[in-house]
């Protein structure tokens, strides 16, 4: 069965540092989603993309965050400049229209 | 703001069976889903029902909603120790490929 990869498991980054987390969607999915679970806490969504753009972000993404699909198969998360607070799981998503979306089994980032 | 609300926990006799509840908010979505997420694992789609059905049977899982009272539940027939684990209801908002609402989750244990 298809599956959503995401690299790495986990990171561990100093506050300040550049995280950037990876991930494979299925190959003929058209939407790409980022969301995050702090620990004890919702899974939350966090941007989506489509057709090479953002076609939707929530308050929590802000300037510290951008994502990107550099090619036809990668799609990243990029965190500019940690902090201790964005410790969380981090979960990439992908779908097709009408579809159940299929996560990743998560990059846990922590801050220290 | 749109809502998911899920109890937190269930505890049940292995072979009965479970009944998760979940109440949303949002009347547009038209995708409602159930996700299972294992300790240190990611999210696993288990089924999703579209808005305008009432029921949906898939092997040992049983959906039902009630779209007037915005209620959504799982029935996994005969547990197995095996599905122990967290459940996510989640809505699409604002329907069609928008972003999902996640509930809390119910951690459910399974007995022998």
């Known amino acids: 069965e298809p599956e959503v990869t995401q690299t790495p498991s986990h990171q561990v980054t100093q506050m300040g540092q550049e995280v950037i987390l990876r991930c494979v969607p299925i190959?003929?999915?058209?939407?790409f989603y980022w969301y995050r679970q702090i620990l004890g806490q919702k899974v939350e969504f966090l941007v989506s993309?489509?057709?090479?753009?953002?076609?939707?972000k929530s308050e929590i993404f802000d300037d510290q965050f951008s994502v990107e699909r550099p090619d036809g198969s990668n799609f990243t998360l990029k965190i500019r400049s940690t902090k201790l607070e964005d410790s969380a799981m981090y979960f990439c998503?992908?779908?097709?229209?009408?579809?159940?979306?299929?996560f990743g089994s998560g990059t846990r980032l922590t801050v220290v | 703001g749109e809502d998911v609300e899920q109890s937190l926990f269930l505890s049940v006799r292995e072979g009965d069976s479970s009944v998760i509840n979940c109440t949303y908010t949002?009347?547009?979505?038209?995708?409602l889903y159930w996700y299972k997420q294992e300790p240190g694992a990611g999210l696993q789609l288990l089924t999703y029902?579209?808005?305008?059905?009432d029921m949906k049977q898939d092997q040992r899982l049983t959906v039902l909603l009630n779209k007037k009272d915005k209620h959504l539940s799982l029935r996994i027939a005969d547990t197995q120790t095996g599905d122990s684990a967290i459940y996510f209801c989640?809505?699409?908002?604002?329907?069609?490929?928008?972003?999902?609402?996640f509930g809390k989750g119910t951690k459910l244990s399974v007995k022998p």
């Open positions: 029902i579209f808005s305008n059905m």
């Open positions: 190959s003929n999915h058209l939407y």
């Open positions: 998503a992908s779908g097709s229209r009408g579809r159940g979306y299929t």
């Open positions: 993309f489509y057709n090479n753009e953002i076609s939707e």
């Open positions: 989640a809505e699409n908002y604002g329907g069609s490929q928008g972003n999902l609402i």
């Open positions: 949002d009347s547009s979505s038209t995708y």
